[in-house]
């Protein structure tokens, strides 16, 4: 597509539901990774992808945050039995490869709010 | 790891040239300056990226120190569109072959009518 999309653009979860965000990159885009804002905050990293693999998930903050990505597209980030302090907004950006990236910079997507009640 | 400095906020008249300023005294040889910029309710913007010489787009200009410790951001005319967090960043290579964005405060430019 055109741009990155993520889906739900808003999420309203019960504590300790499980929720899945979804995003869809840039056709072509190897990289994505998926990072979160906090009210009032920077962007916290959460995840990279390259194709398929994950070499980097050392920002997921516990066992209840994993991540896939299929056919080197679509990536879901799913939150296990949700607690408040996940609500934010989950923001995914998608790349060329690292070895082109230097030149473009990401494309990030409007991203999903999530609200833990 | 490569840390950048930026006021908090800065103001602009409309139609009037802006130049937004970053510190990053402790960058290396081989970091690039990315600039991303913020409006309210979306995700963040890529605008311009350089390495040693100033670079111009469609969107801005960027100016890039002789000693590189330093860049500024130039939007040329600023428009009430131009109201955001602009983010002045030394991508950090994460050594797994990713390249992670480390966002801070930004400065929050207001454009007066």
């Known amino acids: 597509g055109a741009g990155v999309s993520q889906s739900p653009s808003n999420k309203v979860t019960e504590k300790g539901k499980d929720v899945e965000l979804r995003c869809d990159p840039i056709?072509?885009?190897?990289?994505l990774y998926w990072y979160r804002q906090s009210l009032g905050q920077g962007l916290e990293f959460l995840i990279y992808?390259?194709?398929?693999?994950?070499?980097?998930k050392s920002g997921l903050p516990s066992d209840r945050f994993s991540a896939e990505r299929t056919g080197g597209s679509v990536s879901t980030l799913t939150i296990q039995r949700t607690q408040q302090e996940d609500s934010a907004v989950y923001l995914c950006?998608?790349?060329?490869?690292?070895?082109?990236?230097?030149?473009?910079?990401?494309?990030f997507g409007s991203g999903t709010r999530l609200t833990v009640v | 790891d490569a840390k950048t400095t930026q006021p908090n906020s800065m103001e602009s008249n409309e139609e009037e040239p802006v130049h937004l300023p970053c510190n990053h005294s402790?960058?290396?040889?081989?970091?690039?300056i990315h600039w991303y910029r913020q409006l309210p309710s979306q995700g963040p913007e890529y605008v311009i990226h350089?390495?040693?010489s100033n670079v111009n787009n469609r969107m801005a200009s960027l100016a890039i120190a002789e000693d590189r410790k330093s860049s500024t951001l130039i939007l040329h005319r600023a428009t009430l569109r131009d109201a955001a967090v602009y983010y002045c960043?030394?991508?950090?290579?994460?050594?797994?072959?990713?390249?992670?964005?480390?966002f801070g405060k930004g400065t929050k430019l207001s454009v007066i009518p």
């Open positions: 950006a998608s790349s060329l490869a690292p070895s082109q990236w230097s030149n473009y910079g990401y494309t």
């Open positions: 402790t960058i290396s040889g081989t970091d690039y």
């Open positions: 056709s072509g885009h190897t990289a």
């Open positions: 960043i030394l991508p950090n290579s994460s050594g797994a072959g990713s390249y992670q964005l480390t």
């Open positions: 992808f390259q194709g398929n693999s994950a070499p980097d």
């Open positions: 350089g390495l040693t």
